[in-house]
């Protein structure tokens, strides 16, 4: 290719026809509006059609279609067939649903189209002042730095990163960690898959993760702890870091915090907390003393993606000693070089405290949610989670068919069909994975599964603003009903 010649018209990628576009704009807006509206009417989920399936593998288009018909084959091959978390009985994994007016802020966030890498702009101000009210929220301390990520799994890597880069012993930016002692973390066999990640991405190696046992309510043994960092000691290693879980994935678990940061404090090892989802249940204050010792992390990675039901993506990592962290990332090249005023001056460059140097304006949809609803609200609707998970879980007791097999401390229950338990586990486990499979191929509901001491279990995790108590009744129903079929 060999570009324009000199004398043909130059093309912008604007619309011709700008009245065209904002014609289709409103209905777009009327669209996906009524979408999430009517979201209780349809299937929770379902498969992918063959026929849209083969469309999706058609090569890239080299000539126009326009935005009409683009719209039109997004409405025919990509809305009907969505993973179901915005629907009101979705509670796989940990998500959140998102809300319409975040829909609307992700809107206005593409239409500045910012890059909060830095510069001397308003978008890293707004997103300083989100993470001054996350901090607030969790009752971290106000100079603390952060920044807001994709997600928790990757506040957990720029947590550790930065005790890493810190508490290694040796300049670990210039020589690696090849020339620190072998440095372990800790974190009990319930914590989150990200951690494992992280601490291979930063070169630790998964041997030296120590995954710690957990007692019966499914927390961190403090004990068990302790007797392994002195082991770790005694062969020469340098323990770097405690990962305390608030609210473990499988569970909903919340490790002892204030007895790991105690620990922490006397060790002199840096207290990392995923909080990922349960975090923000420090806004409701029958629940914000289940996680005390938080506010007293080096660093805290959680999600605003999760339990603050801002769509996707939102994470957050905070850090206590913002030297530190700035430290572990801040890189000056010279086309990066600061200036006095202008737009290279600013006093928050966010490419400093991670690895992102292009970086969208997250931001803004937390700081417009925020706004609209008040962080009371958020609090009344984490606790109705937790309130409608205790509801599911005494339905379960109740139910002589149906077995909890975990506790429920916060929004996630782990429970089975056992019918007249005359069955063994290992039979049990193949129903149950199918009983799952039927609710969600037939739209009903999407739990999601975990292995509970060894048992193989449905999972509810309640992240979800939409649900009310009767979804729990209608899943405890079709759970019995599909239950009794497959028992025949
Ligand atoms: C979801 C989750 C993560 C990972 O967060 P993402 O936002 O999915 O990257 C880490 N830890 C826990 C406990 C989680 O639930």
């Given at each position: 290719m060999s570009g324009n010649p000199p004398d043909a018209p130059e093309e912008s990628l604007d619309p011709a026809d700008w009245p065209a576009l904002r014609r289709l704009g409103h209905r777009m807006v009327d669209d996906m509006l009524g979408w999430i509206e009517t979201v209780r009417e349809r299937p929770v989920w379902q498969p992918v059609p063959d026929d849209v399936r083969v469309a999706l593998r058609a090569p890239a288009p080299r000539l126009p279609e326009g935005a009409e018909s683009a719209y039109r084959d997004f409405q025919t091959q990509v809305l009907p067939y969505p993973m179901g978390n915005v629907h009101p009985r979705f509670w796989a994994w940990v998500m959140g649903g998102g809300t319409p007016f975040g829909v609307l802020a992700e809107f206005l966030a593409a239409a500045m189209n910012p890059n909060c890498g830095g510069g001397n702009h308003v978008a890293p101000l707004v997103e300083l002042q989100v993470l001054d009210w996350c901090k607030e929220m969790l009752g971290f301390p106000a100079t603390g730095s952060g920044l807001l990520v994709s997600g928790g799994s990757v506040a957990n890597m720029v947590a550790l990163g930065v005790a890493r880069n810190s508490r290694a012993g040796v300049d670990v930016r210039k020589h690696g960690v090849r020339a620190a002692p072998p440095l372990t973390v800790y974190g009990s066999e319930e914590i989150h898959s990200s951690v494992q990640k992280s601490v291979e991405l930063l070169g630790l190696g998964s041997e030296s993760l120590r995954l710690v046992p957990v007692d019966d309510q499914f927390e961190i043994d403090v004990a068990a702890l302790e007797r392994m960092i002195a082991a770790d000691r005694a062969a020469g290693a340098r323990p770097l870091a405690v990962v305390g879980g608030a609210g473990t994935v499988k569970t909903g678990a919340i490790d002892d915090l204030a007895r790991l940061a105690d620990l922490c404090a006397r060790e002199d090892i840096w207290f990392h907390v995923d909080g990922a989802f349960g975090a923000v249940a420090a806004l409701v204050p029958e629940l914000r003393p289940r996680l005390a010792g938080m506010e007293r992390a080096d660093s805290i990675a959680f999600d605003l993606h999760k339990w603050m039901y801002v769509p996707f993506e939102a994470g957050c990592v905070l850090v206590r000693e913002a030297e530190s962290h700035r430290h572990a990332f801040s890189v000056h090249p010279d086309y990066l070089a600061r200036a006095e005023r202008g737009l290279a001056g600013g006093a928050f460059w966010p490419e400093e405290y991670g690895m992102q140097l292009t970086r969208g304006f997250r931001a803004l949809k937390v700081w417009l949610s925020f706004k609209e609803h008040g962080l009371d609200r958020y609090a009344r609707l984490?606790?109705?989670?937790?309130?409608?998970?205790?509801?599911?879980?005494?339905?379960?007791?109740?139910?002589?068919?149906?077995?909890?097999?975990?506790?429920?401390?916060?929004?996630?229950?782990?429970?089975?069909?056992?019918?007249?338990?005359?069955?063994?586990?290992?039979?049990?486990?193949?129903?149950?994975?199918?009983?799952?499979?039927?609710?969600?191929?037939?739209?009903?509901?999407?739990?999601?599964?975990?292995?509970?001491?060894?048992?193989?279990?449905?999972?509810?995790?309640?992240?979800?603003?939409?649900?009310?108590?009767?979804?729990?009744?209608?899943?405890?129903?079709?759970?019995?009903?599909?239950?009794?079929?497959l028992a025949g």
């Open positions: 984490i606790a109705q989670n937790v309130a409608q998970a205790r509801y599911l879980a005494s339905l379960v007791e109740r139910t002589p068919e149906l077995e909890l097999v975990a506790p429920v401390p916060l929004n996630i229950v782990c429970f089975r069909w056992v019918g007249d338990r005359s069955r063994d586990d290992a039979t049990l486990d193949a129903l149950n994975a199918e009983l799952l499979m039927r609710l969600q191929e037939r739209g009903i509901a999407a739990p999601s599964n975990a292995t509970v001491r060894g048992r193989y279990a449905l999972r509810v995790a309640n992240t979800n603003h939409r649900t009310r108590r009767e979804d729990m009744d209608l899943l405890m129903r079709e759970v019995c009903r599909i239950g009794a079929e």
